[in-house]
């Protein structure tokens, strides 16, 4: 088992104003699924991407937009999120305090060459 406060972890900055905490991974013993905690700055937002994987995502606190394909959602504590494989997205801080959301996706293993 391991319990740990996401805080402790060091942080990567995915843009600016944006920070991920890796909290559970393969490093972990995780055979299945990396566990994120994304913190997104006021005005800030993470990239606009899309990748061949789903996600998951539970909004802890602050609000923003889901911004994606068809448009933008928007998304406060408590939201609930299923990004599809291939979508296009981003998620933007449109609140005064930081968007803090939970980000799981599959563990990828890279082919060996």
């Known amino acids: 088992m391991k319990v740990l406060k996401y805080i402790d972890v060091e942080p990567t900055k995915e843009a600016p104003g944006v920070a991920k905490y890796e909290v559970i991974t393969a490093a972990d013993g995780a055979p299945n699924f990396c566990m994120r905690v994304i913190e997104v700055q006021p005005g800030s937002s993470t990239p606009s991407h899309a990748h061949p994987w789903e996600h998951e995502v539970f909004v802890v606190s602050g609000r923003g ?4 394909e068809a448009g933008g959602t928007e998304i406060d504590k408590g939201s609930v999120i299923f990004i599809a494989p291939d979508e296009n997205h981003c ?11 939970v980000c799981l996706i599959p563990i990828i ?3 060996e060459t």
């Open 65 to 68: 937009v889901l911004v994606g």
């Open 109 to 111: 293993t890279e082919p």
């Open 91 to 101: 998620l933007v801080n449109k609140g005064n305090d930081p968007l803090r959301f």
